[in-house]
């Protein structure tokens, strides 16, 4: 489901019209319909007003009836600088949160690591003053 469809039927659930909705928005009926029916890609600013209409965060739209995910667009129309963001929906979570498991894993030995080789430098010296005398 795109991201048009999931912020029609979240309209059409908090039952406001497309004239309501564009009233909200600040926009022409005519360029809100646009949005809901893919004509128009949703910029992010205007996509964080739509969620605030709804009271909802970017998470709850991308879960809305499917894995979600969405693809943003950053930056007016009119503009060359644009960037774009990409999300991803649950289908991911369990490998990523195993690989962060996994990077947390490997920072600690790291840890682990320096600690020890600290303390063996700390032994070193000592070892040196004590020759020294």
Do not use: C, P, W
């Not at 928005?25 to 319909?33: D, K, N």
């Not at 990523?96 to 498991?101: A, E, F, R």
């Amino acid at each position: 489901m795109n991201i048009n469809e999931k912020i029609r039927l979240y309209r059409e659930e908090h039952k406001l019209s497309q004239e309501e909705m564009a009233d909200k928005l600040s926009m022409s009926t005519r360029g809100y319909a646009k949005i809901e029916r893919g004509e128009t890609r949703v910029n992010f600013e205007r996509l964080e007003q739509i969620l605030g209409i709804f009271n909802i965060d970017i998470y709850e739209l991308l879960n809305y009836g499917e894995k979600g995910k969405v693809y943003i667009s950053t930056g007016d129309n009119n503009s060359n600088t644009n960037s774009n963001i990409f999300l991803g929906g649950n289908d991911n979570t369990e490998k990523l949160t195993l690989m962060l498991s996994h990077k947390d894993e490997i920072i600690k030995y790291k840890d682990d690591i320096i600690q020890a080789q600290q303390k063996e430098i700390t032994l070193l010296r000592n070892l040196i003053e004590d020759a020294k005398e």
